[in-house]
């Protein structure tokens, strides 16, 4: 009985070197991340939109409809991702994270929002929601930027091509 234990191990072993000398483990898994996708024609679509093709455990979303997912075997910094909501298509941004969600992504913390009792509790009490803003996000580059006006007067002047004799002259006149 353990000869044939043994013998059913090793062939195993030997079935698991044959698949990874010809690269058919390659193969297995890309197939299993298109399938993680949704097929061939979403995971296209995932390539187009973030350039890489990931498979991995789905975590949660988040109120702006962001979806986060984690997989252990990917290496750290590498291993938890968002996949944003298509509304936004090609204009997502980093600052379309909710702060709750920033923290477990970047590893500040390894409690989901959902998990996590101190912001459970901040969103259960009413007077701390008074002080909170909603998040928003950067709004940089577009017409809805900030831009500072200044209430003083500028001590540049834009140079007309004269000298200053030249200029005082035309003031005497």
């Known amino acids: 009985m353990l000869k044939i234990i043994t013998l059913c191990h090793q062939n195993y072993f030997i079935k698991l070197f044959e698949m990874s000398l010809l690269g058919l483990d ?24 973030t350039d890489t093709l990931k498979e991995g455990e789905y975590k949660g979303t988040d109120c702006n409809g962001n979806k986060y997912y984690e997989n252990q075997r990917y290496m750290i ?16 941004d980093a600052s379309q994270i909710p702060p709750e969600w920033y923290g477990w992504l970047h590893y500040k913390t390894d409690r989901l929002p959902c998990e996590d009792p101190a912001k459970l509790e901040l969103k259960a009490d009413c ?19 900030y831009v500072p006006y200044s209430t003083t007067k500028s001590n540049i002047c834009v140079w007309d091509g004269k000298s200053k004799t030249t200029r005082d002259s035309e003031n005497q006149n």
């Open 127 to 145: 007077r701390a929601q008074k002080w909170l803003q909603p998040t928003s996000e950067n709004m940089s580059g577009t017409a809805k930027a």
């Open 77 to 92: 910094a590498r291993s938890r991702w968002v996949k944003y909501n298509l509304i936004y298509g090609f204009d997502y």
């Open 26 to 49: 390659k193969w297995a898994r890309l197939i299993k991340i298109i399938i993680h996708n949704g097929g061939i024609r979403k995971s296209l679509q995932t390539l187009w939109y």
